[in-house]
């Protein structure tokens, strides 16, 4: 946990959970909910909170990945991160999430380099921080 929050999210979610609505508390995200025909739901309108995880990881992600590039000297100008979120019954119990990040990079970023942001953006990224060690999380780089 951080010694001093900069900043808290709120959300509130009404409804059946994945069939529902959910609004941030400033109105910014204010979203229908809707269990995936995958998952044996209707589809259709709607997100569902995979979408939106997936959403908030990738963003984060190429955040931390910059700002780690940057410190670390790696000089970055295209690049890309595209978060997969998938979900799927545990053995023990519940539901589980698993994640693959692709991270593509252009202008000329050789593999290593690549590699090293990505290795470096996941010791940044509060989102690889929250799932380390209960979310397997693979990645992918691709350069141009």
Do not use: W
């Not at 959970?17 to 400033?26: A, C, E, K, L, Y």
């Not at 995958?38 to 963003?59: I, S, V």
């Amino acid at each position: 946990m951080p010694s001093s929050i900069l900043y808290t999210a709120s959300a509130t979610a009404t409804g059946e959970g994945r069939n529902g609505h959910s609004r941030t508390s400033d109105g910014v995200i204010d979203v229908d909910l809707v269990v995936p025909k995958e998952m044996g739901g209707p589809g259709g309108a709607g997100t569902n909170p995979e979408q939106l995880f997936a959403t908030g990881y990738a963003a984060c992600f190429l955040g931390a990945l910059k700002a780690g590039a940057k410190e670390h000297g790696i000089p970055l100008q295209d690049v890309a991160v595209t978060a997969e979120v998938g979900i799927g019954p545990r053995e023990d119990k519940g539901f589980g999430l698993a994640v693959k990040l692709i991270v593509e990079f252009g202008g000329g970023v050789t593999q290593a380099d690549g590699e090293r942001a990505v290795e470096v953006g996941h010791t940044i990224c509060p989102y690889s921080h929250a799932v380390r060690g209960n979310v397997d999380v693979i990645t992918e780089v691709e350069t141009a």
